[in-house]
């Protein structure tokens, strides 16, 4: 195509080129007459210049252009190729927002993934924000591990370059937000039922240290207090020679405190027939 556009190019300039000295030459002929000899001569060097080589696109520009110059007076100025401003602003592409004038941060990152680079001033500029929140945002796009850092100029590089990569990359962070959550609540259960057996076993110590004291007193039976409690046995009698001994009080109150340590349902339950 651009071959085609080529040469049509070079046809048009060449007609053109013929067309301006045909006039050039008709303005002279006006003014002078020309010899025969000399007309001869130069429709021989037209018939040598319209068999010669055709000559390069560049040469018949050139051509063209000083023919210009020389009908317009000498005024006439090439137009010159127009240079891209480095300078010029970036597009930027911005999703319709749902609400209009609210702007959701999937809506935000699904905008700025179509740019060349961000910043606090092109967030600025594409959303109208403040540079607090333009600033707060961009942390958030560097968070989320959609934008990079800084590259020293305010600028940060796309670490996520279009809509279908966007997609994926949030349910990414979806899952691994809810398996966060699951070790949390896991964890958090374990520290529960750590906390449970800690106090339970804090319970049987407790249990056992009060059995153990009772065991102690009970072994305590031959006391100089408790002797006095006894009290002296019943002599046998001369007729039926049988032994009969009187049950003191503190016999009794031991008996009711056993009675009662056996009765406590945790007491109970470790100190079973089952379990022993």
């Known amino acids: 195509m651009e071959g ?68 317009s007076g000498g005024t006439y100025v090439p137009p010159s190729p127009e240079v891209e401003d480095d300078e010029e602003d970036v597009g930027l592409p911005v999703v319709t927002p749902a ?19 961000v910043s606090v001033e092109l967030l600025q500029e594409a959303f109208g924000f403040s540079e607090r929140i333009a600033q707060q945002v961009l942390a958030e796009l560097q968070a ?6 800084d590259m020293g100029d305010g600028d940060c590089d796309l670490l996520v370059h279009d809509k279908v990569e966007l997609d994926n990359h949030f349910k990414r962070l979806q899952r691994e937000a809810e398996e966060q959550q699951a070790a949390a609540a896991q964890e958090a259960s374990l520290q529960e039922r750590r906390e449970a057996e800690l106090k339970h076993q804090k319970e049987l110590a407790e249990l ?43 016999e009794i109150r031991r008996g009711f405190i056993w009675a009662k340590v056996l009765d406590e349902p945790r007491f109970k339950k470790r100190w079973s027939a089952r379990a022993r």
């Open 4 to 71: 085609l556009l080529i040469l049509i190019g070079v046809y048009v300039l060449d007609i053109v080129i013929k067309k301006v000295a045909a006039g050039k030459k008709k303005q002279q002929d006006q003014h002078r007459e020309i010899p025969p000899d000399d007309e001869f001569d130069n429709e021989q060097q037209e018939e040598q210049t319209s068999h010669t080589k055709p000559r390069s696109l560049q040469d018949l520009i050139r051509q063209f252009e000083e023919a210009q110059r020389e009908n």
């Open 99 to 117: 609400k209009p004038g609210e702007y959701t941060f999937s809506e935000i990152a699904e905008s700025v993934v179509q740019w060349e680079y």
């Open 144 to 149: 989320k591990r959609i934008v990079g850092r």
């Open 208 to 250: 056992e240290e009060r059995a153990r004291q009772l065991r102690e007193q009970a072994g305590q039976g031959t006391s100089p207090d408790m002797n006095e409690a006894i009290g002296e046995p019943c002599l046998a009698s001369a007729d039926n020679h049988v032994h009969t001994r009187n049950l003191d009080k503190f």
